[in-house]
């Protein structure tokens, strides 16, 4: 079973499909690649379930019926069967139904539902030109990686989770950060890899949100780290997103905001990306 073998269902189309048993409908044609092209399967409504003429699989009503309670979630088809983008490690990973898809992990996403949008607003509010060398902190599923080698930059993008870096070589939008002569993925925690002083333009730290298991993400000790790894006038740019409620009456942007001007940075809040921008001043303080 080949990687280009691997199809995609959500349990919001399941449950369209679901609605359809009974009322004399013989087949559908969805899509399911995700949308990467308009291709368009056909799936069969029969007495004891779905059929993907695909795989040539049957569906039972009652894995239909079970699978379409989950409507945000991802599921993978294949030969051998349909199954939820659903996994428990020591933490529990969900892929999502978002264009492109989402994880979340142990409840948290990754990203906001308009996960395109999202990427793209941030780096295009950078200026990033093609030769700059961007730090990634927080790989995910490489689309902030991706979207930055769209530019001719050079990336090297880390992700902490081997199990993540797992997920993302069965998600055909993922396939970039594995391909692309533009970008280094490196497997290990950012806190901990080491790397020369003044090399990249721009550094781009997009954390999960502030919580007990992340907080190392929002230190003094990463954010000194990344003025000795940042260039004379280079960008960091650290996403902040909605803190949940625990932190919400705490003014988290200011308060990080102010932490990145003590070590050195000029820092500006932008609401509309949803992060601080921080540039180190020429000299290296």
């Not at 691997?6 to 919001?12: A, N, Q, R």
């Not at 009503?61 to 989950?70: A, I, L, Q, T, Y």
């Not at 069965?170 to 790397?195: A, C, H, V």
């Not at 954010?223 to 000795?228: G, I, L, N, P």
């Amino acid at each position: 079973m080949t990687k280009a073998e691997f199809l995609f269902i959500s349990g919001k189309q399941l449950k369209g499909i679901f609605k359809l048993r009974g009322k004399g409908v013989s087949y559908v044609s969805i899509n399911l690649d995700l949308n990467k092209t308009d291709k368009q399967y056909k799936i069969s409504i029969v007495k004891d379930g779905i059929f993907f003429h695909h795989f040539g699989l049957l569906l039972s009503w009652e894995d239909v019926r079970k699978f379409s309670k989950k409507e945000e979630l991802l599921y993978l088809v294949n030969a051998e069967g349909v199954s939820p983008l659903l996994f428990f490690k020591d933490k529990v990973y969900r892929i999502l139904d978002t264009n492109p898809p989402s994880l979340e992990l142990d409840g948290i996403r990754m990203h906001t539902h308009k996960v395109s949008d999202d990427i793209k607003s941030k780096i295009e509010y950078l200026r990033i030109k093609p030769g700059n060398l961007v730090l990634d902190t927080c790989a995910g599923f490489g689309y902030t990686a991706i979207e930055v080698s769209k530019f001719g930059a050079n990336v090297i993008t880390v992700e902490k989770d081997p199990f993540v870096v797992e997920l993302s070589r069965i998600n055909p939008y993922s396939k970039t950060m594995f391909t692309s002569r533009n970008i280094t993925l490196i497997i290990g925690d950012i806190y901990e890899i080491d790397f020369k002083d003044q090399i990249f333009d721009f550094i781009v730290h997009d954390p999960p949100r502030l919580g007990s298991n992340s907080g190392y993400l929002y230190s003094d000790e990463i954010y000194q780290k990344f003025y000795r790894i940042l260039k004379p006038r280079g960008v960091l740019y650290h996403y902040i997103g909605n803190p949940g409620k625990k932190y919400r009456n705490k003014d988290i942007p200011h308060r990080v905001s102010q932490r990145l001007s003590n070590i050195g940075f000029y820092t500006k809040v932008v609401p509309q990306i949803q992060g601080i921008i921080a540039k180190k001043s020429i000299y290296w303080i």
